[in-house]
């Protein structure tokens, strides 16, 4: 059984920083790219983040470069996304994903979903 299982999320004031982490099973994690997406209240889902399966490549929205950075350990079967300096718009259900094709990642058509972990930024 696939699963991926988000973690990390939380009440954060504006500034401050957090690690999302995303465990798999299921399926030969290094075999898939995987990607983060959000989707804030009332608003479409977005593509934020892919990386590699190897982890040599990886691939942001222009909103996010330089204050996300995604991540991965193979070892562990886990994605990451380190958030430096959140804002109250990255308020968002952030969740994973993992296809074995990159483009289809950053193209939002992944094969397997996680199920999203809440991020609130408020002072």
């Known amino acids: 059984q696939v699963q991926l299982v988000e973690s990390g999320g939380g009440l954060v004031q504006p500034g401050r920083s957090l690690k999302l982490s995303c465990a798999t099973s299921?399926?030969?994690?290094?075999?898939?790219?995987t990607g983060w997406y959000r989707q804030g209240a009332g608003k479409e889902r977005e593509f934020v983040a892919a990386?590699?399966?190897?982890?040599?490549?990886?691939y942001y929205t222009n909103s996010v470069k330089g204050r996300f950075t995604i991540s991965r350990d193979n070892a562990k079967n886990t994605v990451y996304l380190q958030i430096n300096n959140l804002q109250p718009e990255d308020t968002a259900a952030y969740s994973c994903?993992?296809?074995?094709?990159?483009?289809?990642?950053?193209?939002?058509?992944?094969?397997?979903w996680g199920q999203g972990t809440q991020v609130t930024v408020s002072a």
């Open positions: 990386i590699s399966q190897s982890g040599d490549r990886t």
């Open positions: 994903a993992a296809d074995v094709s990159f483009g289809d990642i950053t193209n939002m058509r992944p094969k397997y």
């Open positions: 299921g399926f030969t994690f290094r075999f898939y790219a």
